[in-house]
């Protein structure tokens, strides 16, 4: 059996292998409670798909059945974090933190770093998974449940803050308990604006008046 090797043939195994972390991305951010358990579980599921034996490559008669063995020799374009940041997270917004620095996003409040009170952040979000960074520099992780509309935000759980050097050094937060904080909120919904009723003004006919009552007043 031929090896191919053409261009296409490898973006076409690159994009397939890009579907599938993007499949998976939500489990090991759920999984990974800081973001150097996020880095180790993101390094150990590249290692691990790119040696493995793939289902794709269980025929090939040239000893190749990983990822790796298809692609070695094979030069790929390196793209720059900023780069494959918005490929993985198909959806960005921009916001401006609060003083208290918190965003508001689809009726939610969400905390990301009061150190940074008033500077714009940039929301990225990737099926259940609202993430908010600073100049690349990210702030906090947040899963989300949406409604059946796909718009709304039905449920937010599982927050992860990350550790910046923009941290204030006295962080105010709503308390619930001795050793609970308040990072996101539900925002009541938009009162219904009650229709305006018509009022039907009639005008009054004016009194007729004769023509000594014009005399009089003409003179």
């Known amino acids: 059996m031929q090896t191919i090797t053409s261009p296409t043939f490898c973006g076409g195994v690159q994009f397939h292998i890009i579907g599938i972390m993007r499949r998976l991305a939500d489990y090991y951010l759920n999984k990974a409670p800081t ?96 993430k908010i960074e600073y100049q690349d520099t990210e702030l906090a992780f947040y899963t989300m449940e949406w409604a059946e509309d796909d718009t709304h935000i039905k449920e937010v759980k599982n927050p992860r803050l990350i550790e910046t050097g923009y941290q204030s050094s006295q962080l105010k937060l709503w308390t619930l308990g001795p050793d609970e904080w308040l990072l996101f909120l539900k925002l009541p919904d938009y009162a219904s604006r009650k229709k305006r009723k018509q009022v039907n003004v009639v005008q009054l006919p004016l009194p007729e008046i004769d023509e000594n009552q014009l005399r009089i007043v003409s003179f």
């Open 35 to 130: 973001l150097d358990e996020m880095k180790k579980a993101h390094r150990k599921f590249i290692r691990d798909y790119n040696c493995q034996i793939h289902f794709a490559h269980r025929e090939r008669q040239d000893g190749r059945h990983s990822p790796q063995d298809v692609l070695r020799g094979v030069l790929a374009r390196t793209l720059p974090a900023p780069q494959l940041s918005r490929i993985f997270f198909a959806t960005e917004f921009t916001r401006y933190l609060d003083r208290s620095g918190y965003i508001r996003f689809r009726r939610w409040r969400f905390y990301a770093e009061e150190g940074l009170a008033k500077q714009q952040v940039q929301i990225s979000i990737y099926t259940s998974t609202l």
